[in-house]
């Protein structure tokens, strides 16, 4: 089974989560949007890592670790980003992120 | 057509259905169930390419910890399609139509390029937990140690920003 | 003492900045004593150098002083050089420049203390730019005393800097002579192309080199000449020396009669090798000094401010000297040089004695029977009245005698006209001595009551000034005296690669004497007229018509050049100020501006807050760089 398979689902899933960041408002939406980009990405990695494997490296556990630190990284994100987004709700009442549009100023 | 591949098709199908099923829907809780599937297909993508762990770790983490938190979150907001913000139209397309450049030029670049095919009939020891454990404790064990850092700040970052002060 | 020729123009220069830097505490007395005395200092130097160059067999030196522009080949020293001509100009300028210079400390007494210290800064800068320019041992040092002695020119013509017309008078000065300028600074531009070199003989060597009729050679020696005529005021860029009288008398005496207006001669004289070898450029000098002689000589016929006579006769005369140079005789404009030095000074100082006298009127109309009150100047100004009409005996007749028979020689034409310049010059002179100083007097009573013989210091020099006007002329006697011409003689290393060649032919002495019977007794015949004419003169107030009228206003000269230079040019000037200034550079440092402005104001509305389109942004940024990377 050719790797591209693999690639091309990753690429997929990866588009579908820019699009969903860029059409959704709801701050929450877009938060699992991304996850689902980190997703793609782990997927894509532990595909590199078999394939490494199958040519014969030894090295190949390294991107499997990659992965782990994503997750790790995702998991932190996660809770500092929905405690932001409870602030954000608590302050306007809304997880609309075009309330949030101080950088103009 | 093998049965990995049979396999590898039904998993994608879903996958990419689920994720559609993500950003299309219009109930934020609908959004977050179709992510916990989508999340269960990629882990048994994880199994069928021997990284029995991190299928594990994407299984408690992933579909138990975070989506449960998204869940949670959103039921104590008390968010549901009434509430949904809703973008301008012109917006929605070209987000769209940007995603799918985006995906269409990426394809296009990787297209041509020759890879290596997977073999799925013989498995490796490569994702078990002692083999990841002996590398990360050897190799990666600077990031590792950072990495707590990293969760004690995103820990007290959380119970900064929820507290009511 | 040729190593010590450094001091003579370094005198006047440490007179220069002692006078200018403490011309707000120095005293009057002070400041002329160092004014006068640096230049007296160096005449006493001037002397003594002369008395070793004049030995026989004496060859130019160079004095070096530093190198001042060391460029590839290029080599320009700040050296001076001594020799014949130069120390004859040297003599000249130190020599009437310190009569001058004693003669202003009188003459400028009623100045502020600091105007007078400013004075005397001014002309001992004068003094040393022209010395700079004479002693300069290559043209890059003539071309820096050139300069110099321009600014100074324009800086005493605007002495009174507070009269407008002054002050126009004295940029007319400084444009005109920029004019000229430039001609000399492509001629040295030209020279430095083509001889890689600037030192007098070396150049002169390479010209000598290049044979008769080079084109080189005759565009270097036009636009040399071009020099010539701005400072020396030919036609066509003389119009600025009349209206140069607007400066201090002393200034005009020295500046714009004996020395400055000299130096487009003593370049010429001393570019002789060049000219020599052009002789298509040597007839342009000759019929351009022509036309200015008989054109200046006719305006002077009827001018009526006593400084514009004396004007507009030096003009004339420098007609005559560029005459002279036209036709061969270097010699001559040199000796006329020197003469025309003596009596024009003499004149214009005592121009100065008269107006100081009479309060500062210039209008010969209104003055009258002055001699009964100034006798001094009254007899010194006749002298030098019959020197310049060219009387037997005195200096005039000899030099303007010489020039007059070398043009017999060269072309009978040019003969006959300017000896018609030559009655002209009779004419008018004894047409201002007679209305001046005879017949009644017809100014106010105040002005009759104040009427006095001028102090010491003013009549000293015009005494000395009259002695020499009278003598001046010994030292070049025409060979029909059987006596030897000394300057001949002393000039001949000078002249001696410029021979005359087609003009060989020496006039019999007999020829020569009947030259001199006819001008003397013309010039007799001219005198008695004007004397006839103008001894009981009146103003009877009535406009001058026809011919007269137009030498009034001389000619309309400046009118036409209004007209067609000066009008078209800020008619220019303001096309260029209204349409390509206002709409074109303008508009456009304007339109950048308002486009960057514009276009700065559409780029904010990018900036709309919105995370949602930022993200937006960079993935269309994402996907512009994959096509690019993709498919370039």
Same mark, same amino acid.
């Given at each position: 089974m050719p790797v591209q398979y693999y690639i091309f689902l990753s690429i997929a899933l990866f588009c579908i989560g820019v699009m969903g960041v860029l059409i959704r408002r709801n701050a929450i939406i877009i938060?699992?949007?991304?996850?689902? %980009?980190?997703?793609?990405?782990?997927?894509?990695? @532990?595909?590199f890592s078999k394939m490494w494997v199958d040519a014969g490296r030894t090295d190949a556990a390294s991107a499997q670790l990659f992965v782990f630190f994503v997750m790790v990284v995702a998991a932190a994100e996660v809770t500092v980003g929905l405690a932001v987004i409870v602030m954000m709700y608590r302050n306007s009442h809304s997880v609309d992120i075009n309330i949030l549009n101080r950088l103009k100023n | 057509m093998s049965l990995h591949e049979i396999i590898f098709i039904i998993l994608s199908v879903v996958s990419i259905v689920t994720?559609? !099923?993500?950003?299309?829907?219009?109930?934020? @809780?609908?959004? @977050?169930?179709?992510?916990?599937?989508?999340?269960?297909?990629?882990?048994?993508?994880?199994? %069928?390419?021997?990284?029995?762990?991190?299928?594990?770790v994407n299984f408690i983490v992933y579909m138990g910890a975070i989506m449960v938190l998204f869940l949670f979150v959103i039921m104590l907001l008390n968010l549901n399609s009434e509430l949904e913000p809703q973008k301008r139209n012109w917006l929605k397309y070209a987000g769209a139509v940007s995603g799918g450049a985006l995906l269409l030029v990426i394809t296009g670049i990787l297209r041509s390029a020759s890879m290596a095919s997977l073999d799925m009939n013989t498995a490796s020891d490569i994702g078990l937990i002692k083999n990841l454990g002996n590398v990360l404790f050897k190799q990666y064990v600077v990031p590792f140690e950072i990495s707590s850092i990293l969760f004690l700040s995103a820990m007290i970052g959380a119970v900064v920003l929820g507290k009511k002060d | 003492m040729i190593h010590l020729v450094w001091l003579v123009p370094f005198l006047p220069l440490l007179g220069f900045l002692i006078n200018g830097l403490g011309r707000k505490s120095l005293s009057k007395s002070l400041v002329g004593i160092i004014g006068s005395g640096t230049i007296i200092a160096g005449f006493v130097i001037s002397l003594l150098i002369f008395l070793e160059v004049k030995t026989p067999g004496f060859t130019a030196q160079v004095v070096p002083l530093f190198d001042f522009i060391t460029v590839g080949s290029l080599s320009i020293p700040f050296a001076f050089q001594v020799d014949q001509l130069s120390a004859l100009f040297l003599l000249i300028i130190t020599g009437v420049g310190s009569l001058i210079h004693i003669y202003s400390t009188s003459y400028m007494h009623e100045e502020s203390n600091e105007g007078f210290a400013r004075y005397f800064a001014y002309l001992n800068l004068f003094v040393f730019s022209m010395l700079l320019l004479v002693l300069g041992a290559n043209y890059v040092m003539m071309f820096i005393g050139w300069e110099g002695v321009g600014l100074c020119s324009y800086l005493l013509i605007g002495f009174w800097f507070k009269n407008t017309s002054y002050n126009k008078a004295a940029k007319k000065a400084f444009v005109m002579n920029r004019i000229g300028d430039l001609g000399f600074l492509l001629g040295i531009f030209l020279m430095i192309t083509h001889f890689g070199t600037v030192t007098f003989p070396e150049v002169f060597e390479k010209a000598a080199a290049l044979g008769l009729n080079s084109?080189?050679? %005759?565009?270097?020696?036009?636009?040399?000449?071009? !020099?010539a005529m701005g400072k020396s005021a030919q036609v066509p860029l003389y119009t600025w020396l009349p209206d140069a009288m607007a400066g201090p008398t002393p200034v005009s005496a020295l500046i714009h009669a004996a020395t400055m207006v000299t130096a487009g001669i003593y370049m010429v004289a001393r570019s002789n090798v060049i000219y020599s070898l052009s002789p298509c450029v040597q007839a342009v000098v000759a019929i351009v000094g022509l036309v200015t002689a008989l054109l200046a000589a006719s305006i002077a016929l009827k001018q009526n401010d006593i400084k514009k006579v004396l004007a507009y006769s030096t003009v004339s005369q420098l007609g005559y000297m560029f005459i002279a140079l036209g036709v061969g005789a270097y010699t001559a404009a040199v000796f006329h040089v020197m003469t025309h030095a003596f009596f024009k000074a003499l004149l214009f100082l005592g121009s100065g004695s008269v107006i100081h006298a009479m309060g500062g009127e210039q209008d010969i109309r209104k003055m009258g029977n002055l001699k009964k009150w100034m006798p001094i100047t009254n007899i010194t100004f006749l002298i030098g009245c019959l020197a310049i009409a060219g009387i037997p005996g005195l200096s005039g007749f000899f030099s303007k005698d010489e020039i007059l028979a070398h043009a017999f020689v060269s072309n009978k034409v040019i003969y006959a006209l300017a000896l018609v310049g030559a009655l002209m010059t009779a004419f008018y002179m004894f047409r201002l001595y007679y209305i001046t100083f005879c017949g009644q007097f017809r100014g106010t009573h105040e002005q009759e009551h104040h009427l006095h013989e001028s102090p010491a210091a003013i009549t000293f020099p015009l005494i000395v000034l009259a002695v020499l006007s009278v003598i001046g002329g010994y030292v070049g006697l025409p060979p029909a005296f059987g006596l030897p011409n000394l300057l001949e003689g002393y000039l001949a290393p000078i002249f001696a690669h410029a021979h005359l060649g087609d003009h060989a032919e020496h006039l019999s002495h007999?020829?020569?004497?009947?030259?001199? !019977?006819?001008?003397? !007794?013309? @010039?007799?015949?001219?005198?008695?007229?004007?004397?006839?004419?103008?001894i009981n003169y009146q103003n009877d107030g009535k406009e001058n018509t026809g011919l007269a009228k137009v030498l009034e206003n001389k000619w309309y000269v400046d009118e036409i050049y209004d007209a067609i230079i000066v009008k078209p040019l800020i008619a220019l000037s303001g096309f260029f100020q209204d349409v390509i200034e206002r709409s074109g550079i303008d508009g456009l440092v304007n339109g950048v501006g308002r486009s960057v402005k514009w276009g700065s104001r559409q780029a904010r509305l990018l900036q709309n807050g919105l995370v949602g389109f930022y993200i937006f942004a960079m993935v269309l940024g994402m996907i512009i760089l994959l096509v690019i990377s993709l498919f370039l």
């Open positions: 938060f699992m949007c991304i996850e689902l %980009m980190l997703n793609a990405v782990n997927l894509l990695l @532990v595909a | 994720a559609l !099923g993500v950003i299309i829907s219009k109930n934020p @809780v609908n959004s @977050v169930l179709s992510l916990i599937v989508l999340f269960f297909s990629i882990t048994c993508h994880y199994v %069928m390419l021997n990284a029995q762990f991190l299928a594990i | 084109g080189i050679l %005759m565009a270097i020696a036009a636009l040399l000449f071009v !020099g007999s020829m020569e004497w009947i030259l001199m !019977g006819i001008s003397s !007794g013309l @010039v007799i015949v001219v005198i008695l007229f004007a004397r006839s004419k103008f």
